[in-house]
């Protein structure tokens, strides 16, 4: 995608404190080169929603709006900010932080504390920061504070797995799966969001070569090849595990075209290609 300087430089100016359109801007959420999201209160419904500024290109509030999964975000509705060349998203708010998070806080914990109760500690200071009442005790959290470790990566994986299914079943490739693109629920339900370089083949004019793109650790390394679309679904799952990035590109001095999935026709056992 090729940059708007004038979207570029519009999205530079907008910060938390702003008002845009209904939503009084509250907390940055995160953001990348082409987009913005903040945590925000809609004026005219009274609610905190996820607002996502970004150029205005692309089709994911279109995508987004096909799919209603319990594990996929879901989108309210988009406006135009004309006079910007911006557009406006506003979805579900998911307070408990992202996958990213959590593999942040399991590499400072040792081994043999790792469990369903990390995940839960990790949703807990995500929703303190963003300023959400703390999360209330619920059948779903007892469940999770009683697993292992692996036990939790095998739960949130089996739901992960169950959207991206749901996905794929209506012709919408994601394309961009890693941790920082699962947000959790205050329970510690998986949300798979970001879906903005995914391709729907419902979309007039769509076409999966236009929306080739991802990032580069969790791309497949034969992405270029049609036969790879669950590729990322077990590293997705496998990444919680060992605490690494799954992609040759994690070691700086190789390739994706490197890794041995490019010449097997038999997917081997996942391992950390950085080390011996």
């Not at 419902?202 to 791309?219: E, I, K, Q, T």
Request: glycine share 6%.
């Amino acid at each position: 995608m090729l940059a708007d300087p004038t979207a570029l430089d519009a999205l530079d100016t907008i910060n938390p404190g702003a008002t845009v359109d209904d939503f009084d801007l509250l907390l940055p959420l995160g953001q990348g080169a082409f987009a913005r999201v903040f945590l925000a209160r809609q004026r005219s419904m009274g609610r905190l929603v996820a607002v996502k500024i970004s150029h205005d290109r692309g089709s994911e509030p279109q995508t987004l709006a096909q799919l209603d999964h319990d594990h996929i975000v879901r989108v309210f509705d988009q406006r135009q900010i004309t006079d910007q060349h911006l557009k406006l998203m506003y979805m579900q708010y998911v307070p408990g932080g992202t996958l990213l998070g959590v593999l942040r806080m399991l590499r400072r914990t040792p081994p043999s504390k790792r469990n369903g109760t990390l995940l839960l500690e990790a949703i807990d200071a995500a929703t303190t920061t963003g300023g959400v009442l703390e999360p209330q005790p619920s059948p779903t959290r007892t469940e999770l504070a009683r697993l292992s470790w692996p036990e939790t990566v095998a739960w949130l994986g089996s739901r992960l797995a169950a959207a991206l299914d749901y996905a794929n079943r209506r012709g919408i490739l994601h394309r961009d799966l890693k941790p920082a693109n699962v947000l959790l629920t205050a329970d510690g339900h998986p949300k798979l969001a970001d879906f903005n370089i995914s391709f729907s083949r419902h979309l007039p004019g769509a076409n999966p070569v236009a929306y080739f793109g991802g990032s580069l650790p969790y791309m497949a390394p034969n992405n270029s090849r049609p036969a790879t679309p669950n590729w990322t679904r077990p590293l997705r799952i496998w990444t919680p595990a060992p605490t690494s990035t799954p992609s040759p590109s994690c070691c700086g001095n190789c390739s994706p075209a490197a890794s041995p999935s490019t010449t097997t026709t038999t997917p081997a056992k996942p391992r950390n290609p950085c080390k011996p």
